[in-house]
């Protein structure tokens, strides 16, 4: 089946301890991003990738780390996590190509809380 | 820049009634890519739909059909005799392609059918 799948799914931590989020998808997709979803504010780009080891910011990308170091897995890192990044994130796939976007498939989501 | 509003924080509206959800987007590329995703309340992003801005035609799929007019910037949703099943979190999503195909997403509108 192909999916986009997450992990974890709801995580609770505390102020400045080192989490990662991992993304992993089973379509062979070159593209690969994250998103943070906050009420009112629909979703916005955190960082994106658009092949192994190629990645690069998008419209909110402070205090967030990310690699792709192979095709299938993009994970989410917060080297020091505030209360501000207390959302709900989503990692999504893409099979993008040629400047065209196709419809990107997303994971089931990660509700994190930081106190 | 690259905007997408969907005026409409939320919709109720009684079982078997239709129901538009409006999509207004700003964009300066002629060439840009126009998407409806539905978030329900188990809360993974569910994709409905993609159109290109050269194509204009309007869009139906069961109860759902689409209108898309470039003259007013605006790519609408509506669903016709709707059911219980179609409460969720609606997003109209814009991308311009190019390098970062990134989705620039509206804030979303919450559609409540009460039976």
């Known amino acids: 089946e192909a999916q986009v799948t997450q992990n974890p799914r709801y995580l609770i931590t505390v102020t400045g301890k080192k989490l990662t989020v991992t993304c992993s998808q089973n379509?062979?997709?070159?593209?690969m991003s994250w998103y943070r979803q906050d009420p009112g504010l629909g979703l916005r780009q955190i960082y994106y990738?658009?092949?192994?080891?190629?990645?690069d910011k998008g419209d909110v990308p402070e205090g967030y780390k990310v690699s792709r170091k192979e095709k299938r897995n993009f994970p989410l890192i917060l080297e020091s996590p505030s209360p501000n990044q207390t959302s709900l994130y989503f990692c999504?796939?893409?099979?993008?190509?040629?400047?065209?976007?196709?419809?990107?498939?997303f994971g089931p989501g990660t509700r994190l809380t930081v106190t | 820049a690259q905007k997408v509003t969907q005026a409409q924080t939320e919709i109720s509206v009684v079982e078997k009634e239709d129901v538009t959800l409006d999509c207004v987007y700003e964009?300066?590329?002629?060439?840009?890519?126009l998407f409806w995703y539905k978030q329900p309340p188990s809360g993974e992003l569910v994709f409905l739909i993609r159109?290109?801005?050269?194509d204009e035609q309007n869009e139906i799929s069961g109860r759902y059909s689409w209108n898309f007019q470039k003259s007013t910037s605006s790519f609408n949703f509506t669903i016709t005799a709707s059911q219980v099943v179609d409460s969720a979190v609606y997003f109209c999503?814009?991308?311009?392609?190019?390098?970062?195909?990134?989705?620039?997403w509206g804030a979303g509108t919450k559609l409540i059918i009460k039976p």
């Open positions: 990738s658009m092949n192994v080891e190629v990645t």
């Open positions: 964009t300066r590329d002629t060439t840009y890519y």
């Open positions: 159109r290109n801005s050269f």
């Open positions: 379509m062979n997709h070159e593209y």
């Open positions: 999504a796939s893409s099979a993008q190509q040629n400047l065209i976007p196709y419809e990107q498939y």
């Open positions: 999503a814009l991308s311009e392609g190019g390098s970062n195909y990134q989705l620039i």
